[in-house]
């Protein structure tokens, strides 16, 4: 079955504490990005990666890194957590020219 | 910066009327618009593309235009049912950086 997975789908930690959102897709897609989604602020981009090695910040990548090193695979890096990245994430891809994205389950951060 | 707007205030429709939702945007020229369906704790999933040269774009019961001259795409779902309760949300972009409405609650009642 074509999917975007995502671990964890739960997360609750405290301030400071390293943490990784991993994101895996088994379709050969070469696009991947990072959302956060937060009531009254909808969907958005944390980060992007058009293909394996090249990765380029959307519109809210402070306190985020990420790294593609395989093409399935596009973790969620937060260094540092604050509360104020307490929302849901979510992974998606899609193949090169086709622009629909398809979206995984979600990750419910909550930083305390 | 390039914005997108959508009617932030849910939009409640009886059951088999047709359901129009708006989507504005400023300080953009998208080559395409995309719509999504996300239901509550979900993913969104995505459901037509619209390109620039395109006037209207169907699937099924759903209908999607745009209008580059006003700025806006409009989605349709015509024979509405219950089931077709969720948020639905616009996007322009799609190879690189993505930009996303916030989102229209659309609940169909029976």
């Known amino acids: 079955e074509a999917q975007v997975t995502q671990n964890p789908r739960y997360l609750i930690t405290v301030t400071g504490k390293k943490l990784t959102v991993t994101c895996s897709q088994n379709?050969?897609?070469?696009?991947m990005s990072w959302y956060r989604q937060d009531p009254g602020l909808g969907l958005r981009q944390i980060y992007y990666?058009?293909?394996?090695?090249?990765?380029d910040k959307g519109d809210v990548p402070e306190g985020y890194k990420v790294s593609r090193k395989e093409k399935r695979n596009f973790p969620l890096i937060l260094e540092s957590p604050s509360p104020n990245q307490t929302s849901l994430y979510f992974c998606?891809?899609?193949?090169?020219?086709?622009?629909?994205?398809?979206f995984g389950p979600g990750t419910r951060l909550t930083v305390t | 910066s390039q914005k997108i707007e959508q009617n932030s205030e849910a939009l409640n429709i009886q059951e088999g009327k047709t359901a129009t939702l708006t989507c504005n945007y400023t300080?953009?020229?998208?080559?395409?618009l995309q719509w999504y369906r996300q239901d509550p704790g979900r993913g969104p999933v995505f459901l037509l593309l619209?390109?620039?040269?395109?006037k209207e774009k169907r699937k099924e019961r759903l209908k999607v235009t745009f209008d580059t001259t006003l700025k806006q795409s409009l989605f349709h779902i015509t024979a509405s049912q219950p089931a077709d309760s969720a948020t639905y949300l616009c996007?322009?972009?799609?190879?690189?950086?993505?930009?996303f409405g916030t989102g229209t609650k659309l609940q169909v009642i029976p």
């Open positions: 998606a891809s899609s193949h090169r020219g086709l622009y629909e994205q398809y």
């Open positions: 379709m050969n897609h070469e696009y």
């Open positions: 990666s058009m293909n394996v090695e090249v990765t």
């Open positions: 300080n953009y020229s998208p080559a395409y």
């Open positions: 619209i390109r620039e040269n395109e």
């Open positions: 996007a322009f972009g799609g190879y690189q950086k993505v930009t």
